[in-house]
């Protein structure tokens, strides 16, 4: 039997932003996204190698468990085609002058499911990486990395 039965299709993810904090602010879908990476945890670890350690491997411990060491959340990474009204809510222009004003801005991830419901993941960041892409035969894109700052909100709708 397929695993492909249960496998959700990215088609409808949006993601939005605002430039307040991401409890308060009103947000805008960013128009035009062709490719989405969203944030991945990662658990910082504490390094508990010692001179008799098994064969000289490595030993760590998470540090999560001991409030010692960070998790941390991987860029949001966005690709954009760069020919959509620039009149949109939030678009290149904005983003560029976010990154070089370091601006803080709040960001939601709304992952389609079904028609009802959608996870979705709010938090805070900044637009750490901005350019242009300009590839022969293909339209021009723009791409864009949100690091996210502060602990994010997990959730369904």
């Excluded at 249960?6 to 949006?14: E, I, K, L, M, W």
């Excluded at 602010?25 to 910082?44: D, E, R, Y």
Aim: proline share 4%; hydrophobic share 40%.
């Amino acid at each position: 039997m397929s695993n492909l039965i249960s496998a959700r299709n990215g088609f409808g993810t949006v993601l939005s932003l605002c430039t307040q904090a991401s409890t308060v602010g009103t947000f805008s879908a960013v128009a035009g996204i062709t490719s989405l990476n969203v944030p991945k945890k990662t658990l910082g670890t504490i390094d508990v190698t010692y001179h008799a350690s098994p064969d000289s491997y490595d030993e760590v411990i998470p540090g999560g468990v001991f409030k010692q060491a960070p998790i941390s959340l991987t860029g949001i990474m966005i690709t954009c085609s760069s020919f959509f009204s620039y009149t949109s809510a939030y678009s290149m222009f904005d983003m560029s002058s976010w990154m070089e004003n370091g601006t803080l801005i709040g960001w939601k991830i709304e992952v389609s499911c079904t028609a009802s419901s959608a996870n979705v993941w709010t938090g805070n960041g900044f637009i750490t990486d901005f350019g242009f892409d300009y590839p022969f035969n293909e339209v021009a894109k723009f791409t864009a990395t949100i690091t996210p700052t502060g602990k994010p909100l997990f959730g369904d709708t």
